[in-house]
């Protein structure tokens, strides 16, 4: 049990004195400098994603100071307010502004509100939580989105757009797992192999953002989970068969679609977005229990590289750089 005494090494971003720039560093915190919340968290594992690599490296993400970066935790409760989440309860925190807004994962403790918390299922260590971390639930996320529209295996291809990120990755594992036929898109070559051994049957090339987008294209796509947005998600959409339904849940590739409105008239496709962020409990229980059943652990153990928490900045820069692929957990203790 920790005491008002303890010592907390987090990585702190602080804002310089311009107010444009930022950096982050190891500090050492008391334990009364957490935030006032009602849940205390022993964090175990945190995850490193390209938004944290940004957070490390001075980019835009912090929208309060000072702030402890990770936009993801795992651990054990040691400490709490609330009869709903007793001590020695094991939880996840993914969203709700972490590292933007609220205090983050990147910290031996932190403090949390309850409502943010989710149970570890049994089935997931810490690290297993966080091998799938935010990327991995909100593919969940999307694909439950799809099969809620009536998607079903043998219905058409699935496509999954920035297929080589977290999100992507994982959605094509799950999408095959569930029995679709699944094509990737990616901007990146090399990525075939890699993409086929999580489950694409196809890998295709990204498309080209300058080409024209037709009103009306092929219905080639039953279903598309969509991580890059911009002109790519306005071609995808004037792809997407009758009835077919669109996931869209990143901005890599821009935030204007330009898109016409046939496909959604006369073609009645739906497009749905998929917030993570701030998604509902009953939304987060239901994708971190369909995660317990559809991930093996044998699975994450193949794509997760765990390294130690001195080592997150030297890895921020080399995820920002695009030099790693599969996930990377940070072992915060």
């Known amino acids: 049990m920790a005491n008002q005494s303890s010592a907390i090494k987090a990585v702190v971003i602080r804002r310089g004195e311009d107010k444009r720039r930022t950096s982050a ?32 490296t001075g980019g835009p993400i912090a929208r309060r100071f000072p702030m402890v970066a990770g936009i993801d935790l795992a651990g054990t409760i040691v400490d709490s307010a609330d009869s709903a989440w007793p001590a020695g309860t094991r939880v996840l925190v993914n969203g ?19 409502e943010w918390l989710t149970k570890i299922p049994d089935a997931f260590t810490s690290q297993d939580a966080m091998s799938i971390g935010t990327a991995g639930y909100t593919a969940m996320l999307c694909v439950l989105e799809l099969e809620r529209a009536g998607l079903r295996p043998g219905d058409g291809k699935i496509l999954v757009t920035g297929a080589a990120g977290g999100v992507g990755s994982f959605a094509i594992a799950l999408a095959s797992q569930a029995g679709f036929e699944v094509v990737a898109s990616t901007g990146k070559p090399d990525a075939e192999p890699y993409l086929k051994g999580l489950g694409a049957s196809e890998v295709i090339a990204r498309g080209d953002a300058t080409a024209p ?84 652990r044998e699975h994450l153990a193949s794509i997760t590289t765990v390294v130690s928490f001195d080592d997150v900045f030297d890895v921020a820069t080399r995820i920002v750089k695009g030099e790693l692929s599969g996930r990377t957990v940070v072992r915060i203790k």
């Not at 500090?27 to 995850?47: G, I, K, N, Q, R």
Request: net charge negative; proline share 4%.
């Open 25 to 56: 560093a190891f500090e050492s915190l008391s334990m009364d400098a957490l935030p006032a919340h009602d849940v205390l968290v022993e964090v175990e594992f945190s995850t490193i994603n390209y938004k944290d690599g940004l957070a490390l």
């Open 96 to 114: 709700y502004g972490l590292s933007e807004t609220e205090w983050g994962g990147y910290s031996t403790y932190q403090r949390v509100k309850a």
């Open 213 to 296: 987008i037709p009103a009306l294209g092929g219905e080639t796509w039953s279903g598309v989970v969509d991580c890059v947005g911009g002109p790519l998600l306005a071609q995808v959409i004037s792809n997407v068969r009758y009835g077919g339904c669109v996931a869209a849940c990143g901005l890599t590739g821009g935030t204007d679609v330009p898109a016409s409105i046939f496909p959604f008239i006369l073609r009645n496709v739906r497009l749905q977005g998929v917030d993570s962020v701030f998604a509902a409990r009953e939304k987060r229980v239901e994708a971190w229990s369909q995660l317990a059943q559809r991930v093996s």
